[in-house]
């Protein structure tokens, strides 16, 4: 490796994201880490005078569909791995978020380092959990330009620290990914969603409660106040599995909630296309305002909204039964602290912004910030992990 290296690092293996990683260790070098970029105006801006590329270093290295496993390169885009599965019935169960179009770029340029890297899942978290619960094992560098393996095809492989999980979520600061082991699922046979029009935020937080505690098997419970849904509530609640389960299910669902407006059933096809609407934030999008993405106490979500109203313009609809916001300001700012003390009088949670100006980004403070004792931790856990502060600097934290 010379001591010169060009500003754009393009790996088309293992040991060239190794040599490229060590390079940057030694030269303390800080590297700004992506795949097709898609994700990038996420988190705080880094100020990095190279770019490690990914995006060359891919394609899927071992599926196997009857033992429900799939390991892929970190910069094999998520269309190529959906092309794969749908061809055998099966999906990464938990939802894969596609935030493209709110953040004002294009759809489909996701990869699975990313995926991993930022562990956004959608609405059947509730019922599958998040990306960190699909990942079986991994292969990464660490900032120090050191190669390890976490996990393996099967769950009973992990043993000791499962850093697998420790690293998803980290936004690329902990390790580069080139390799992921993730669990795959059978599709279900079809789907359908019970819409209930016409609740307030307050009813639609009772109904799908009620939903939720029911024996339906709720696999995704969403609202969208009337401004976000053709100018009538929608309170969505969707069913998936085999046909006669689903129209049991949703046959008995309606008649628990009778009480609760006017209902509709939509059809495959409409309840797909309600839920990626959802699922990839569509309401937000072609805007530019600052968009918050809120983790509360289900029960408490609409209140968070209301106080968030009481005090600036601003639009918000729900997901997982009302424990996930999404908030938009309708101003230029994103009053951070208003909307974390809002959230902390409300039960407390986590409040992420997901859109934003590279000025507001770098001012104010992108994640939710951790208690003392969290902070020291996620320090110690960075030093080993990239005690010269390389990959992706600033990302998540001021380094």
């Excluded at 059947?124 to 190669?147: C, M, N, P, Q, W």
């Excluded at 992921?180 to 789907?191: F, Q, R």
């Excluded at 307030?200 to 937080?205: I, K, V, W």
């Excluded at 072609?286 to 809120?294: D, H, L, Q």
Aim: charged share 20%.
């Amino acid at each position: 490796m010379s001591d010169v290296m060009e500003a754009d690092l393009h790996p088309k293996a293992n040991e060239d994201v190794l040599a490229a990683i060590k390079w940057a260790a030694a030269e303390e070098v800080p590297l700004e880490v992506i795949g097709h970029g898609s994700k990038r105006a996420l988190g705080r801006p880094t100020q990095t005078a190279h770019t490690l590329d990914m995006s060359s270093l891919t394609g899927v290295t071992l599926f196997e569909p009857e033992e429900l496993v799939l390991s892929a390169k970190a910069g094999t885009p998520l269309s190529e791995i959906y092309e794969l599965l749908e061809k055998h019935n099966q999906e990464l169960q938990f939802e894969p978020v596609d935030l493209g179009t709110m953040l004002g770029g294009a759809v489909g340029f996701g990869t699975l380092g990313g995926l991993v890297n930022t562990n956004i899942c959608g609405p059947r978290r509730l019922k599958y959990g998040s990306v960190r619960d699909h990942i079986l094992g991994i292969t990464a560098v660490s900032g120090r330009g050191e190669v390890f393996k976490s996990g393996g095809r099967v769950v009973k492989n992990v043993t000791g620290y499962d850093l697998a999980k420790g690293v998803t979520g980290s936004y690329g600061t902990l390790t580069v990914l080139t390799d992921i082991i993730v669990k795959i699922l059978p599709k279900a046979e079809t789907e359908q969603t019970l819409s209930i029009y016409g609740l307030s935020d307050a009813q639609a937080t009772e109904a799908m409660a009620l939903a939720m505690g029911s024996s339906a098997e709720i696999s995704g419970a969403a609202h969208l106040p009337a401004n976000l849904a053709n100018g009538t509530a929608a309170t969505l609640l969707r069913l998936e599995g085999f046909a006669p389960s689903v129209e049991y299910r949703i046959e008995a669902l309606g008649k628990l909630l009778a009480d609760f407006g006017t209902h509709e059933r939509l059809d495959e096809h409409t309840s797909k296309a309600q839920w990626w609407a959802v699922r990839d934030c569509l309401p937000f999008a072609g805007e530019t305002s600052p968009v918050w993405r809120i983790s509360c106490t289900p029960s408490k979500g609409y209140r968070i909204v209301d106080a968030i109203k009481a005090a600036i313009t601003a639009d918000a609809f729900y997901d997982w039964q009302g424990g996930l916001i999404w908030l938009q300001v309708n101003e230029e700012t994103a009053y951070a602290d208003m909307v974390r003390a809002v959230v902390e009088a409300n039960g407390g949670g986590h409040a992420t912004l997901i859109r934003a100006d590279a000025v507001t980004r770098q001012s104010v403070s992108v994640f939710q910030p951790q208690a003392p004792a969290l902070t020291a931790l996620s320090k110690r856990y960075r030093e080993n992990f990239d005690p010269n502060g390389v990959l992706n600097p600033g990302r998540m934290v001021e380094f």
